[in-house]
């Protein structure tokens, strides 16, 4: 089966400090994803990968910067944490366009900023 | 820019009983995949069921299956026989060269 491991399942962090969110998938997916999930906005995404050390910005990618130096891990990056960024936080991985495109996802991490 | 649209933000379903959850969906692309995805509380989102857009046969997965009307941009969900363990948030997504777009989603609550 396919894993997609978030570093983290709860976090909580202070106004102003740097997070790091690491995802690691073990099906040599090309494609990795970084979307943030909040109620009634259903997932956003933030940035997502193509192939290592490709990026390309997603819908909401202010505040946000992600490194891709490996193939399996993909890491999200708020520079300087505001309270408007506490949400859930969603990473997945897929193969590349010739698959049939189904995500798989992490099982979320969970970011309080206070 | 594709957008779908779930207008049911929460819904609730006697246990045994159908429930069909919508979906909508904007694109002027011809060739895409539709999928819904589970999510149970506290627990990793899951694929439930998937749709390419060239067929034009409705996607079946046991009890769970799909009316796709391209035409009229529509993907909605049937579940037969709820059992409480599809308590959980369902996302419409749509996908196209490899990015997918989700829906605010459907909280489905099954009750015994």
């Known amino acids: 089966d396919v894993k997609v491991t978030q570093s983290s399942r709860y976090l909580v962090k202070r106004t102003g400090e740097k997070v790091f969110l690491e995802c690691v998938q073990d099906?040599?997916?090309?494609?990795m994803f970084w979307y943030r999930q909040d109620p009634g906005l259903g997932l956003r995404l933030i940035y997502f990968?193509?192939?290592?050390?490709?990026?390309e910005k997603g819908d909401i990618p202010e505040g946000y910067s992600v490194s891709r130096e490996k193939k399996e891990r993909f890491s999200l990056i708020l520079e300087s944490a505001s309270t408007n960024q506490t949400s859930m936080y969603l990473c997945?991985?897929?193969?590349?366009?010739?698959?049939?495109?189904?995500?798989?996802f992490g099982e979320g991490s969970r970011l309080t900023v206070l | 820019a594709q957008t779908v649209t779930q207008s049911q933000p929460e819904m609730s379903v006697q246990e045994a009983e159908t429930v069909t959850l919508s979906c909508t969906y904007d694109t002027s692309e011809n060739n895409y995949y539709l999928f819904w995805y589970k999510q149970p509380p506290s627990r990793q989102m899951i694929l439930v069921i998937r749709q390419e857009a060239y067929k034009q046969q409705n996607a079946t997965e046991n009890r769970f299956s799909v009316n796709f009307q391209k035409a009229a941009k529509s993907f909605s969900l049937k579940i037969s026989d709820s059992q409480l363990g599809d308590t959980a948030m369902y996302f419409c997504?749509?996908?196209?060269?490899?990015?997918?777009?989700f829906g605010s989603g459907t909280k489905l609550n099954v009750k015994p």
């Open positions: 997945a991985s897929s193969p590349p366009s010739g698959g049939r495109g189904e995500l798989f």
């Open positions: 990968s193509y192939d290592v050390k490709m990026k």
């Open positions: 997504a749509f996908m196209n060269f490899n990015k997918f777009y």
């Open positions: 099906m040599d997916h090309e494609n």
